[in-house]
């Protein structure tokens, strides 16, 4: 168990910060973690002018995973995935977290989210194979 948690513990360490050229305080964080095609999950984390408070986007990453699986999305069901983490979906088809949980608590559900999407990417692939 100890390996088990020793490499999660340095999966997770393993994050990169990257500033968003000429996007003010913009900040790209990559992890580890990746989806069933090898790509890595990020976000954005940003704050709004002179407020403290910490906003957290995938960037439209989660709707892009989802819109690979061929299946005519509907949007109505992508919210209700969503909703049920606390996050909001725009109409530009960018995931938000703008609540006032922890920052844990939001990294950890933009994360769900993803993993979430991820496997019904998964799901509808097989189905569809």
Same mark, same amino acid.
């Given at each position: 168990?100890?390996?088990?948690?020793?490499?999660? =513990?340095?999966?997770?360490?393993?994050?990169?910060? &990257?500033?968003?050229?000429?996007?003010?305080?913009?900040?790209?964080?990559?992890? =580890?973690?990746?989806?069933?095609?090898?790509?890595?999950?990020?976000? %954005?984390? %940003? !704050?709004?002018?002179?407020?403290? *408070?910490?906003?957290?986007?995938?960037?439209?990453?989660?709707?892009?995973? @989802?819109? *690979?699986?061929?299946?005519?999305? +509907?949007?109505? @069901?992508? +919210?209700?995935?969503?909703? !049920? %983490?606390?996050?909001?979906?725009? +109409? &530009?088809?960018?995931?938000?977290? =703008?609540?006032?949980?922890?920052? &844990? &608590?939001?990294?950890?559900?933009?994360?769900?989210?993803?993993?979430?999407?991820?496997?019904?990417?998964? !799901?509808?692939?097989?189905?569809?194979?």
């Amino acid at each position: 168990m100890k390996q088990v948690m020793e490499a999660l =513990q340095n999966a997770a360490s393993k994050v990169e910060l &990257e500033p968003a050229p000429g996007m003010g305080n913009l900040i790209k964080i990559t992890t =580890q973690f990746r989806d069933r095609n090898g790509s890595p999950f990020a976000f %954005y984390a %940003y !704050t709004r002018g002179k407020r403290k *408070k910490i906003f957290l986007t995938d960037a439209g990453l989660i709707l892009g995973t @989802l819109q *690979k699986s061929g299946m005519g999305l +509907q949007m109505g @069901l992508v +919210q209700s995935l969503l909703r !049920t %983490y606390g996050l909001i979906f725009t +109409q &530009e088809g960018v995931v938000i977290d =703008q609540s006032d949980r922890s920052i &844990e &608590e939001r990294v950890t559900a933009l994360f769900q989210a993803w993993c979430a999407a991820d496997g019904v990417l998964r !799901t509808w692939t097989r189905q569809e194979g």
